[in-house]
């Protein structure tokens, strides 16, 4: 998709938001709403989400307000959700253990189809269906097997280790779970997870009590 | 702290993002910043920015912009983490120990100081110094140790259970990592990890190459 204009990173992460939202209210069989009902449904505000979806295009019709369906399966198909994705996943201690496990992933059609370790004792088994590789080897297991997401759980010790053995592999997009900075190559995309920001936003509320509600 | 206006939860979450640029500028010594600078560091507008800030007063100072030690203290101490917040964690399965063993809460002033699970095998044990009790004891154990936050690694069919064990004990702040809703009283915030969100970010780059860099 060729856009005259480069969309904020924010932008994007706040797509996943309104797509959760559609999703709920199409459960609901709900079939129209308004840039304002969203609004409150998620948080923000309605020229904010107006905002956001006029860097894709014009989906709202005058005097209706969106159609849930197509608004959901437009901004999916942006997301490149309307698709199955495979993942390779790379670290089987506890934490990748249990992001093989999750079933929120798979939910919304990212598949762990490879795992990657560096303990002899991992290497060679299959947990959760999915087999388990020397990190060493990933350069030629990837290729082979399809997987275009890369997840790092392992320590932030063997992190950049770890990444530069996916991107040996072909891999362009890695969710790293390891505190720390990773250099990768200008072309490789690393999105990384702070799970302790989702503890400050507790942190707001139990200092500001009664704030909410 | 008493404000006329209710703050969106999504400018609770971008003080966090504002308050780790701040602390990498500080940590490179830079001395003043602007909502421009800022928001090019983020990827946000400064509008946005500057319209989060003016929740919580006035902290530019005209022609100089932000000091940044300053704003970054002010900022520290609206969402409450200039301080240790003692953490209970409910659930040492792969997920739990991951977090655990996180290292990235305690840096940011979380500290987990008691677990809870249902496995007999686990109750009684101590892991990475922090004593595992039976959830059902959490109701006697929780006043007793001075967590004021939880964090719910259980399975989504044990969600409800171990949530409604933190409220019992006291608990008015709760983190879940379960997929699914969980019901809580009026006076009890939630917060629910959505993992696959991460995926999508990287997903949509993925489909879109050349969106970034």
Redesign the interface.
């Known amino acids: ?1 060729a ?1 005259a204009k ?5 932008t ?2 706040r ?3 309104y ?2 939202a559609l999703q709920k209210l199409r459960n609901e069989a709900v079939v129209t709403t308004s840039s304002e009902k969203l609004a409150e449904q ?4 309605a020229a904010q989400i107006r905002k956001d979806l006029a860097y894709f295009g014009q989906f709202g019709v005058p005097g209706r307000g969106y159609y849930v369906e197509n608004l959901h399966n437009e901004l999916a198909m ?4 309307n698709r199955r ?1 495979e ?1 390779a996943l790379a670290g089987v ?3 990748g ?3 093989l ?5 798979k ?2 059609g ?1 598949d762990v189809v490879v795992a990657f370790d560096k303990d002899p004792a991992k290497i060679g088994q299959t947990w959760e269906g999915v087999k388990i590789y020397d990190i060493a080897e990933a350069r030629h297991v990837l290729p082979e097997c399809g997987a ?2 890369g ?1 790092i759980a392992v320590p ?1 010790a063997s992190a950049q280790e770890a990444c530069d053995a996916l991107v040996a592999g072909g891999l ?4 790293s779970f390891a ?1 720390g900075r990773i250099i990768v190559p ?2 490789v ?1 690393v ?1 990384r ?17 009664g ?3």
Chains 1, 2 share one sequence.
Do not use: C
Not at 6 to 10: A, E, F, G, L, Q
Not at 101 to 105: E, I, L, S, V
Not at 172 to 175: A, D, F
Not at 193 to 209: D, F, K, Q
């Open positions: 998709m856009r480069k969309i904020p990173s924010t994007v992460s797509l996943s938001v797509v959760r998620v948080g923000l505000t942006i997301l490149g959700i994705w993942v201690g506890h934490l253990y249990a992001l496990a999750y079933n929120g992933f939910k919304q990212f275009e997401i997840i932030a362009k997009s890695i969710l505190p200008p072309d995309t999105k997870v702070e799970l302790a920001m989702e503890l400050e936003w507790l942190s707001y509320y139990a200092t500001n009590i704030e909410r509600g």
